[in-house]
């Protein structure tokens, strides 16, 4: 049967289901993850007694609230990646401006991740004091 | 050339439909949540980087302008959680049909306020971080 795409989308890569269902899965993923991560950490951090370095850093220094906080870091900004990528998808209009706009959106979201991550990781392993 | 019409097409679309309102609330508060996981992932680096950068990133974050923004924080928190699990709901393929929609809407924006009292409640009274 003749495909009904028109030669531009094949080569443009788009328009096929196919690569949709990758989105929308790891959207819903990272939401199921984020919904007792985003509840855990804002009970958490209403919990805590003050928010001086002390207090704080000995917080993150138990490694379950590290491993948390890092999973945090990396599903909220993972999620969140998502959802700007498909308000600069409706919103910005212009092949040009669209694809450079995503670029950036994507590489400050790996900015805000690694730092996230590493910073947790320094105060764990207690090299923030 | 011909002009096409353009999605989204604000100009067409009645703004108070609660169908509308609740699914652009939620990208906004996704949005802002965004916003907020730079303010995070900021006060993680302070912390990182030793007691004395902390107590200058501190003093930034405790401005009484900022308070504001951390009830704001909780509001779109409180909202873009519940909406969401109207979301993951729906993906199981409940509560799509219009009557049903329509009561989830209802529960979504009275469940997310009271979740922000609550929490905001809870932040600004039984919380010792005003200090």
């Known amino acids: 049967m003749r495909s009904l795409r028109s030669p531009l989308a094949r080569v443009l890569g788009s328009g096929s289901a196919k690569e949709g269902v990758h989105h929308w899965w790891a959207q819903r993923l990272t939401s199921v993850a984020l919904v007792p991560l985003g509840v855990w950490f804002v009970v958490s951090l209403l919990s805590l007694p003050a928010l001086d370095h002390a207090t704080v850093a000995a917080w993150i220094g138990h490694l379950w609230t590290a491993v948390f906080l890092i999973l945090l870091v990396l599903a909220g900004a993972w999620h969140s990646q998502l959802g700007v990528r498909v308000v600069v998808e409706d919103y910005v209009h212009g092949s040009g401006a669209k694809a450079l706009t995503l670029a950036l959106v994507t590489f400050f979201h790996v900015i805000v991740a690694v730092a996230g991550v590493l910073a947790i990781l320094r105060i764990a392993l207690g090299g923030a004091s | ?131």
């Open chain 2, 1 to 131: 050339m011909t002009q096409r019409p353009l999605s989204p097409h604000l100009g067409v679309y009645r703004m108070y439909r609660y169908t509308l309102l609740t699914s652009i609330l939620n990208r906004a508060t996704g949005l802002v949540l965004s916003a907020g996981l730079i303010l995070l992932v900021y006060w993680l680096v302070a912390i990182a980087s030793g007691a004395e950068a902390y107590r200058g990133a501190r003093q930034l974050l405790s401005l009484g302008v900022l308070k504001a923004v951390y009830l704001v924080l909780l509001a779109t928190f409180a909202y873009h959680l519940v909406a969401g699990l109207r979301h993951l709901i729906w993906d199981t393929g409940h509560g799509l049909e219009r009557e049903q929609a329509k009561r989830s809407a209802a529960l979504v924006v009275i469940a997310s306020i009271l979740l922000f009292v609550g929490l905001a409640w809870w932040a600004l009274h039984a919380g010792t971080h005003t200090s």
